[in-house]
């Protein structure tokens, strides 16, 4: 069975600094797919980045960035420039490749940006 | 292009009463997940379904039970409630023509079990 770890319960940050949200995973599977979702306080789950397991290359989607080392079963999200609207609880989820299937999720972390 | 929606927003109920969710999948898209997030908790798959077939079941009991209509709709039914069931029920929905898409996700129905 797969799981998913995220140590971090909380974390805060100031605006505009860069946090980095931690995240490992357990899984015997060689195809898989990581993702990151954001929660913010109205509840509606929005995905933030997505990794291929099978692409060595770092996904990047304007200031997220995940650092992905499989070998370590680790996969944590850098935010740069955090801003007010970053808080939020983040979430670290994994699915099984080749399937329409299920996301495992994480306790999640909650992430405070400060002004 | 509509988004997930599900209803209602939240609602009441008491330990053994029947309950049931809604969810209208995003335009396009023909299947639909269910997830029970419990307070302080990360999503937890309850099932799946795909054309109007159940396709996956996460670790819930039997009396957790589910419908896909044509319009590729779906609802969520919970039997003979328990104060455990107390919880954000997430409904979420993708393409289904390929295999790991994008899961885009409702804003929930929060259900308490007194």
């Known amino acids: 069975a797969q799981t998913v770890t995220q140590s971090q319960p909380e974390m805060s940050v100031q605006e505009a600094e860069t946090v980095t949200l931690s995240c490992t995973y357990d899984?015997?599977?060689?195809?898989?797919?990581l993702f990151w979702y954001k929660q913010p306080p109205s509840r509606q789950m929005i995905l933030v980045i997505r990794?291929?397991?099978?692409?060595?290359q770092n996904a990047t989607e304007n200031r997220f960035s995940v650092n992905f080392q499989k070998a370590a079963k680790s996969f944590s999200l850098k935010i740069s420039d955090s801003q007010l609207g970053d808080t939020a609880m983040y979430f670290c989820?994994?699915?099984?490749?080749?399937?329409?299937?299920?996301?495992?999720f994480g306790k999640g972390t909650k992430l405070s940006v400060k002004p | 292009e509509t988004g997930v929606t599900q209803s209602p927003t939240h609602l009441i109920k008491t330990r053994g009463q029947q309950v049931t969710l809604r969810c209208s999948s995003q335009?396009?898209?023909?299947?639909v997940s269910w997830y029970q997030q419990a307070l302080g908790q990360g999503p937890q798959f309850i099932f799946q379904?795909?054309?109007?077939?159940?396709?996956g079941r996460g670790n819930f009991p039997p009396r957790f039970s589910g419908l896909q209509f044509p319009n590729y709709s779906s609802e969520l039914n919970v039997n003979a409630l328990e104060l455990d069931d107390s919880a954000l029920y997430l409904c979420?929905?993708?393409?289904?023509?390929?295999?790991?898409?994008?899961?885009?996700f409702g804003p929930g129905t929060r259900l308490t079990v007194l």
């Open positions: 379904y795909y054309r109007e077939e159940e396709n």
């Open positions: 989820a994994f699915m099984k490749g080749g399937s329409q299937g299920n996301l495992i």
């Open positions: 899984t015997s599977e060689s195809n898989y797919y």
């Open positions: 335009s396009g898209h023909n299947t």
């Open positions: 990794q291929e397991a099978y692409k060595q």
């Open positions: 979420a929905s993708s393409p289904g023509q390929l295999f790991n898409n994008e899961q885009f």
